[in-house]
């Protein structure tokens, strides 16, 4: 059974760092994975899909890369800025039972402080 | 921007009172689907569309019940209120073929008294 664990839970850093927040998934037979970011109260909001064909994406200050050999996905922001403060969800995609569905992990609650 | 709409935002009801849960999308999405959020915790999947009149179970049990009569709506219906039912729930949208992004909607917040 897939498994997606985010390490860590909660994270705090300062404006202006460089950070990285991973994530890692058990059954290396994924067919994409997804970052996603989650305000408060909100629904989630596509950060960038990596194929499983991929290494990584970029969008902006962000950066994932996928090693699907090993499990793990990491989601590099760089020049982190207050807004970023959001709890940031990955999840794979996965076949079970002849249909696709995505597993989430619980996330990495970050607060960017100004 | 994603176009996936979920009504209403919030909602605070009393035990067995019967509830729909509003999604629609504008893009065209085949499938479509429910998740449930509980503070703090990772998204369980309780519905699935992968297109009209196509509706399965996801992973977590639930009580409720969806439909998909139109490609861009797929509400869920609650037939009798508990207060376990209280959580989050959100919509989600893909494009039906090939590799694609999974877009949410903003998620109700259901509480049931």
């Known amino acids: 059974k897939q498994e997606v664990t985010q390490i860590p839970a909660a994270l705090s850093v300062p404006e202006g760092e460089n950070l990285v927040l991973n994530c890692s998934f058990t059954d290396s037979a994924i067919y994409n994975l997804q970052w996603f970011r989650q305000d408060p109260g909100k629904g989630l909001t596509s950060l960038l899909l990596i194929q499983s064909s991929q290494r990584e994406q970029t969008s902006g200050r962000l950066n994932a890369s996928l090693d699907k050999s090993s499990g793990r996905s990491t989601l590099y922001i760089a020049a982190s800025q207050p807004g970023d403060s959001a709890t940031y969800l990955c999840?794979?995609?996965?076949?079970?039972?002849?249909?696709?569905?995505?597993?989430f992990g619980t996330g990495t609650r970050l607060k960017v402080l100004a | 921007e994603a176009d996936i709409y979920q009504t209403p935002r919030y909602l605070v009801i009393g035990t067995g009172k019967k509830i729909t849960l509003e999604c629609s999308q504008t893009?065209?999405?085949?499938?479509m689907y429910w998740y449930q959020q509980d503070p703090g915790m990772e998204l369980h999947l309780i519905h699935y569309s992968y297109g009209v009149n196509s509706t399965e179970k996801g992973d977590l049990s639930s009580e409720s019940t969806v439909s998909r009569i139109r490609t861009e709506h797929f509400p869920l219906t609650l037939e009798s209120a508990r207060p376990s039912h209280t959580s989050q729930y959100l919509c989600?949208?893909?494009?039906?073929?090939?590799?694609?992004?999974?877009?949410f909607g903003p998620g109700t917040r259901l509480t049931v008294t």
């Open positions: 893009m065209g999405h085949d499938k």
């Open positions: 999840a794979v995609e996965v076949r079970t039972s002849g249909t696709y569905k995505y597993i």
């Open positions: 989600a949208s893909r494009a039906g073929t090939g590799v694609s992004e999974q877009y």
